[in-house]
Nanobody
């Protein structure tokens, strides 16, 4: 499984960004793909996830109502639409896949076996 993020950048508070994650699963469909972030000096946290089979979405309380995760199954690309960005959203954002064998919840970092290299989001 390979994941490649893009779309990060710098934006002013209140602005919007869209992150993309190109997923290559080579015929294997993972359980879900999540967006996780890590700010300097803080632990990595899951902010959103989408079930690959049926598109069910899940969000952390800190981003609910501001972030939207979606997937284009035809192109195997996942998106994280972020609006009303706040300085506390500044972090490295990672796209990660949880295999079907995962038993822990989407919000647990340990659920994810496959990771992209990340894309930086800076909100000032």
């Amino acid at each position: 499984v390979q994941l490649v993020e893009s779309g990060g950048g710098s934006v002013q508070a209140g602005g919007s960004l869209r992150l993309s994650c190109a997923v290559s699963e080579y015929g294997y469909r993972n359980k879900c793909v999540g967006w996780l972030r890590q700010a300097p000096g803080k632990e990595r946290e899951a902010v959103a996830a989408i079930e690959r089979a049926d598109g069910t979405t899940r969000y952390a309380d800190s981003v609910k109502g501001r972030f939207t995760v979606s997937q284009d199954n035809a192109k195997d690309i996942l998106y994280l639409h972020m609006r009303n960005l706040k300085p506390e959203d500044t972090a490295m954002y990672y796209c990660a896949a949880a295999p079907r064998s995962t038993v822990s919840p989407w919000s647990y970092v340990v659920s994810y076996d496959y990771w992209g290299k990340g894309t930086q989001v800076t909100v000032s």
